[in-house]
Every structure is written in structure tokens, then in C-alpha cells.
């Protein structure tokens, strides 16, 4: 967890991975989303009688459940994140024919130097967006130097990459395949020959993009991709208590929670995705131990005010993603908790706090659409 000298203002959804520009794209969260976090917010408030701040530990019975588990979690602590939108697109919601178009794009290996690389190489859907690798290995099997971020609801990030050079997910699409070391296609020009070389893209991008004289270009490549990519989120039983089940969330979870609020880590993990929102320095309060050679955005903007910042990831399906940090350096879910307690935020936690939270983590596994990730046939 990544902490800021001050807190931001409240994010409460928002875009993810690498745009120097660091615009925010944002969406409202459902009405019956709202709806359902107020709800949940008053009865808590009228249960609690909390206004805010540390709420007190509540009696736990011979079950392992809360007593008055409303007095664990309260609503200022809620307000932090709000209501996880269904979904990320922009405006009215895109066709099927883009969104499969996506869908197909985003498993295709073809668009790569050796015509297996694809999307999904290191950013499995069938394992929540990672390919559990430290860094992923390109088209020849040379690998990165930065670890694969989850695709699953990256679209609610603020920028995308861990650097922020892409500001959405549809920028973002337009790197892996020029990267050397990934895709390793040399130009935009040969990703289009390769897509007008297959029939059945021919006729995929004509119906995403009608009336269009000439649909195949890497524009509409990257909106396509994104279009689909914006569908990939991953509600949670988090979201579950958020709209109302008070069951959701075990004791272990809920103390889970008081304790990332005590130790500070929502003062950079907020907003829907739990973190994604804002940029911070690896070692702000400890020095990072070792020495840490990836400068982070300074890398990108060759401003060295901007050494060592990295976008905060998001902890959805944390529980699921690792391993952790900018290059994969840390395995294990606990130990990062550990760490980024200590150097981000210079508090040494006990293992009972490390192991709550580390549980609640686990409340914000999600979801995944299997029939919206299925991989298609091939065009």
C-alpha cells in the first residue's frame, strides 16, 4: 500500500498500467448501486453511532462472527471507495459487434513477431488478468523488466502502466503490439496488413465500425480492444456488504478493514478500485531496501522530481494477482503488506493486523464474467 503525504480528494471511480498527461476518465456508479451503499451507509450510522474516525471493536461471539459488526465498519469508512460501477464504457454502451471485435483482438496471437503473443499471453482472463510470472517473456522469450499489471478493471484506473504513459485503456493498447520485446511488430502499417490479410476481420471490423470506407486502420484497433477491455469488472463481496448484505463480509474481514483504515493504507488504496487513482514513491517514509534501478515515471518523463513514483495499483483480486511491486519481487500477499506498511507509511505492523488485513484483502476477490472472457474461435 502506497500512501500520500496528504490524502487526495476522494475518488470514487475512475482508469489504469501507463498518459503523461494523467487525465482522469471517470463514471457515475448505478442508481441501484447508490442506492444500495446509501442504504447500507445509514443503517450503519443509525446502528453505530459513529460519525467517523476509529470505530470501537465489538464483542466477538463463540461463532467467530461480530456481535455488532455495524460498529466494525462505518460509514466514513465506506465513503472512501463508494459503488463499483458495472461497468467502464464511456457514453452509451458499445455494440456487441465492437465488443466482440475486442474480445477476438484482445486473444489474437497473429499480431505479433511470432504469431503467438497476444493480450491474453500476459494477462490471462482465466487467471484474473496476470500470468503469475515477475515479468512476462515476449515474442522471442525475452522478458521485461516490469511486472504485468491485471487487466480486470485497469479501464477504472486513472492512467494505465505502472508509469502512467498511456492515459486509457485504448492508448494503452497501442504499446504491447509495437514494444519490441512483446508484440514486436515493427509499425502500425503491418498490424493493419496483417488484420486486412484475414478475411474474417474484414468482416468483424465492417460491422463494428458501419459506414466506414476503410474500418480496419489502429485506431479503430485500439477502440475495439478497449471497448472490450471497459467490460471487465469484477464485482466482489465487498460490493456485496457495500449494497447491503451485512453478511458479506466476515469478522476476521471487517477487523480486517478497521485495520487497513488504522494503519493508513486508504490514504492511497480509496476510490472503487481500491487504489489506481494517484501516483506515490516506492520508500517515501523508509527507503525501499536494496537498491531499486527502475526509476518509475522518471523513466518516462526524464524528470527526476519524478524518480521512484509508480501508480498505485488497485487491490481488486490482489488475493490473486501477485507476484507484487513494479518488477515481481515479492511472492508473498502478507510480507508485501509488511513492507509497504513499514516504508510507505513508517509503521511496523504485529502478524494479527498483517493476517486481517491480508483477509479482507481476500473480500475483494471478484467475479470474472466467464461467458464475457470465453475465447473465441478464431477469425
Avoid at 123 to 144: A, C, I, M, N, Y
Avoid at 145 to 166: C, E, I, K, M, Y
Wanted: one cysteine or more; hydrophobic letters at 35%; charged letters at 20%.
Amino acid at each position: 500500500m502506497q500512501a500520500l503525504a496528504s490524502p487526495p480528494a476522494l475518488v470514487f471511480d475512475g482508469i489504469s498500467g501507463s498518459n503523461a498527461t494523467g487525465v482522469s476518465v471517470f463514471h457515475r456508479p448505478s442508481a441501484l448501486a447508490t442506492a444500495g451503499f446509501a442504504s447500507l451507509a445509514l443503517a450503519l450510522f443509525a446502528c453505530s453511532g459513529e460519525e467517523g474516525g476509529s470505530p470501537k471493536t465489538p464483542a466477538r461471539t463463540s461463532s467467530g462472527s461480530s456481535s455488532s459488526s455495524s460498529s466494525v465498519v462505518t460509514p466514513a469508512m465506506l465513503s472512501v471507495f463508494g459503488a463499483l460501477p458495472a461497468d467502464y464504457w464511456k457514453g452509451a454502451k458499445p455494440s456487441a459487434a465492437l465488443t466482440d471485435l475486442g474480445r477476438a483482438l484482445y486473444y489474437e496471437g497473429r499480431l505479433s513477431k511470432s504469431g503467438t503473443i497476444s493480450c491474453n499471453s500476459c494477462h490471462q482472463l482465466d487467471r484474473f488478468g496476470v500470468d503469475g510470472e515477475k515479468t512476462s517473456p515476449g515474442h522471442d522469450g525475452t522478458r521485461g523488466d516490469r511486472n504485468s499489471p491485471t487487466s480486470l478493471n485497469a479501464a477504472g484506473h486513472f492512467v494505465q502502466f505502472w508509469d502512467g504513459r498511456a492515459g486509457t485503456v485504448e492508448d494503452q493498447a497501442k504499446g504491447p503490439v509495437l514494444n519490441p520485446i512483446e508484440h514486436g511488430l515493427e509499425s502500425a502499417d503491418q498490424l493493419v496488413g496483417i488484420l486486412k490479410g484475414i478475411p474474417g476481420y474484414v468482416q468483424l471490423f465492417g460491422q463494428a465500425f458501419p459506414g466506414q470506407a476503410d474500418p480496419i486502420t489502429f485506431d479503430n484497433f485500439a477502440i475495439a480492444v478497449g471497448a472490450f477491455e471497459r467490460g471487465l469488472v469484477t464485482p466482489s463481496r465487498f460490493d456485496d456488504f457495500v449494497g447491503g448484505k451485512k453478511d458479506a463480509l466476515s469478522y476476521q474481514e471487517q477487523m480486517g478493514l478497521k485495520a487497513f483504515f488504522d494503519t493508513g493504507c486508504h490514504t492511497c488504496h480509496m476510490g472503487a478500485q481500491f487504489g489506481g487513482q494517484s501516483y506515490d514513491k516506492l520508500g517515501k517514509v523508509i527507503p525501499w531496501p536494496g537498491e531499486v534501478k527502475d526509476l518509475g515515471r522518471g523513466t518516462h518523463t526524464k524528470n527526476a522530481s519524478e524518480n521512484l513514483l509508480f501508480k498505485v495499483p488497485g487491490l481488486r483480486n490482489i488475493t490473486k494477482t501477485g507476484p507484487y511491486l513494479h518488477d515481481g519481487s515479492v511472492a508473498d500477499l502478507g510480507e508485501i503488506v509488511k513492507l509497504m506498511a513499514k516504508h510507505q507509511l513508517g509503521k511496523e505492523l504485529a502478524k494479527s493486523d498483517i493476517d486481517a488485513i491480508v483477509a479482507f484483502l481476500g473480500a475483494l476477490e471478484g467475479r470474472v464474467d466467464a461467458a464475457y472472457t470465453k475465447k473465441p474461435s478464431a477469425p
